[in-house]
């Protein structure tokens, strides 16, 4: 029983990384639930299993996005030595991350309350974040006294305003390059 049962949890991972990829490429206000199941080669009841409607099944999809760049954001700070490399690999890897979402998506992510509210979440969970990376260095004496939570709010709208698309119109830099020079500025501009 056990084996059935690691099958369907690796399964249902799987349906997740593929429903994922097609709405990061696609977007997904445009997608009915037979035409994700037809594209996922799954029966509409199989949908079901992971959600209970369309809204549900974003919303899911959604949180596994966050939760997995997260993760990859994480590695990547773990990786890093000293708070102005780990500040650095944060906010590079949080570009990566993103990178993969097309604008389709962000647009159909901005547009759903529900993806949203997951979306806005997770800005404020990286903006703490930023926030802990830069009393880290603070302490140790990298960076001068800068009122960190103000430096972390700083960076926490540059975010929202890399997602959005807003720094793309307004400089033509991708999310990568955007989140590079949000990096660069903002280690620069703290450090001691």
Known sequence: MEHASAFA???RTELFDELLALFLAEGFAHLTLDAIAARL???KSTLYTLAGSKEQLVTAATVHFFKRATDAVEASVAGAIGPRERIAAYLTAVGTALAVASERFMADLDAFAPARAV???NTGIAARRVQQLIDDG???GDFRGVHAAFAA???ATMMVRIQQGGVRAGTGLDDAAAYRELASIL???ISA
Do not use: K
Request: glycine share 6%.
């Open 9 to 11: 949890t690796a399964r």
């Open 41 to 43: 080669r799954c029966s």
């Open 119 to 121: 979306y806005e979440r």
């Open 138 to 140: 603070v302490a140790t």
């Open 153 to 155: 709010e700083l960076a």
């Open 187 to 189: 280690t620069n501009g």
